[in-house]
């Protein structure tokens, strides 16, 4: 039987991969094939998206993939939540906006000025965040109305698969990261769309389950590229959504996680949506994920306060790596500055440490007196409010979870998973790395009748990742 090889392409709010996926003696194998940075740019005032730089590594992606698998089975694509491209026919009418760009601030206001903020959580189940896409949506709205006629709206993986294979789908996770769907099934919540937020409903396409066809490449785009028609699927295309179909762990139900990247999603995969007030007031969400469950997850800052500590002492000439940033945490035990990592002041690009010393002046704790402590500050906030938030998941849902599952690239700071296990009081089991990309992977088997289902997905993750396990 001749071997399949999948392509995965995660791409993530600062950098991108193309991993190829096969199975090789019992076991699935991953090999990155193509790595890029991905970085917002400003223009006047506003933060965008590269679209057509990505869609250029997607196509290097696929070049180099087919060189080493020419037989490729399939490709597909999973991205970060919430931001969109819109388009008439062909035509990107502009980059998309990045959501750390501040022209929605306005736009909720205005926006639960129609309908309470409890009112519209117990319609689509998600936390009203000032950069979910209706919010964003409102705002091109008011700014540019012109630009949504005749249009048609794809969140970015959506939108980049379109462009490949002029396939018009929406896949329903990354749809419900924007608080367009409602609550208790995977439709368009029309009402909020069209009186709420004076949508149109043309820019809304079909919604499709992760594992559906996303049809083939173009003919005009595989003969530029020298490449086969490769049929692309759509997996479960927001990022977290594809991270948590691979958890190394057959029975999810008993299974705390933290997709850990720019983003901590901290959460429980469940079979129904919680739309109490206590679960809005604790800032949880429910998002859609595979076979018709939810990911009942909190957001927060995650890495990208270590990223951005580190890009601004960059610029500033300090070489300073994140296993130098580790080195300098791990002694500084009983450290007393603490922030909250999402308070709004950290959100938006810029000087990190700067941030981070003035929160800590502005709080009553005294100036931050070195780089290590400033570190150590970021570390132990960070497993603060994991503690604080599985308290709470715990508390709303009446399960309580001996175990934690962290996922994703934050995984390889083995001082961080020791540091949150002794402060949430957990069993911490640190893997898969490429959590993402595995579940891309897992969605396309699953297409392909390679696998049956997300219990064998994950029974292949536990057989082919070595687990670190802290606490």
Avoid at 158 to 176: C, R, W
Wanted: with cysteine; hydrophobic share 40%; net charge negative.
């Amino acid at each position: 039987m001749e071997q399949k090889h999948y392509l995965a392409f995660d791409l993530g709010a600062s950098s991108g991969r193309a991993i190829l996926g096969f199975v090789r003696n019992g076991r699935l194998e991953l090999e990155e094939v193509h790595r890029f940075k991905n970085y917002p740019y400003e223009k006047d005032g506003h933060y965008f998206w590269d679209f057509r730089a990505l869609l250029g590594e997607l196509e290097t992606g696929l070049k180099k993939a087919v060189a080493l698998a020419p037989g490729l089975t399939s490709f597909s694509i999973d991205t970060w939540g919430v931001d969109y491209a819109l388009f008439r026919g062909d035509e990107l009418l502009h980059d998309p906006y990045c959501y750390r760009d501040g022209r929605t601030e306005a736009a909720i206001e205005d926006f639960h000025k129609r309908i309470p903020k409890a009112d519209f959580y117990a319609r689509n189940g998600i936390q009203p965040l000032v950069f979910n896409t209706i919010y964003q949506l409102c705002a091109e709205l008011r700014d540019d109305p012109a630009a949504l006629d005749g249009s048609t709206m794809f969140l970015m993986p959506d939108a980049l698969h379109y462009m490949l294979t002029g396939t018009t789908t929406s896949e329903f996770t990354i749809a419900s990261t924007g608080a367009l769907l409602k609550a208790c099934s995977p439709e368009w919540d029309m009402d909020s769309i069209n009186k709420l937020a004076g949508l149109p409903s043309s820019l809304f396409t079909n919604l499709v389950p992760p594992t559906s066809s996303a049809g083939v490449l173009k003919p005009e785009t595989a003969a530029r590229l020298g490449i086969p028609q490769i049929p692309a699927v759509k997996c479960a295309s927001h990022d977290t959504a594809s991270a948590v179909l691979a958890m190394p762990c057959v029975d999810p139900e008993k299974a705390l996680y933290i997709s850990l990247g720019t983003w901590a999603l901290l959460g429980a995969e469940l079979r129904s949506a919680i739309l109490t007030p206590d679960a809005l007031e604790s800032h949880f969400t429910n998002e859609r994920g595979v076979e018709d469950t939810f990911r009942f997850l909190c957001n927060i800052m995650g890495t990208w306060l270590l990223q951005e500590t580190r890009r601004t002492w960059t610029e500033q000439g300090k070489d300073i790596s994140f296993a130098d940033m580790e080195a300098m945490a791990a002694p500084l035990d009983g450290q007393s500055f603490r922030i909250d990592p999402d308070d709004a002041v950290f959100f938006p690009p810029g000087d990190m440490p700067e941030r981070v010393r003035r929160y800590c002046r502005e709080h009553g704790q005294g100036e931050i007196p070195d780089d290590a402590s400033l570190v150590r500050c970021i570390y132990d906030s960070l497993a603060d409010c994991f503690k604080k938030r599985i308290d709470q998941l715990e508390s709303i849902t009446g399960r309580h979870f001996d175990t934690l599952n962290i996922l994703g690239g934050g995984t390889r700071d083995r001082f961080f998973m020791r540091l949150v296990s002794k402060t949430t009081g957990r069993r911490v089991l640190a893997g898969p790395t490429e959590a993402t990309a595995t579940g891309n992977i897992l969605a396309q088997m699953i297409a392909s009748g390679e696998l049956k289902n997300a219990v064998e997905a994950r029974a292949l993750t536990e057989k082919s990742f070595p687990l670190a396990v802290y606490g």
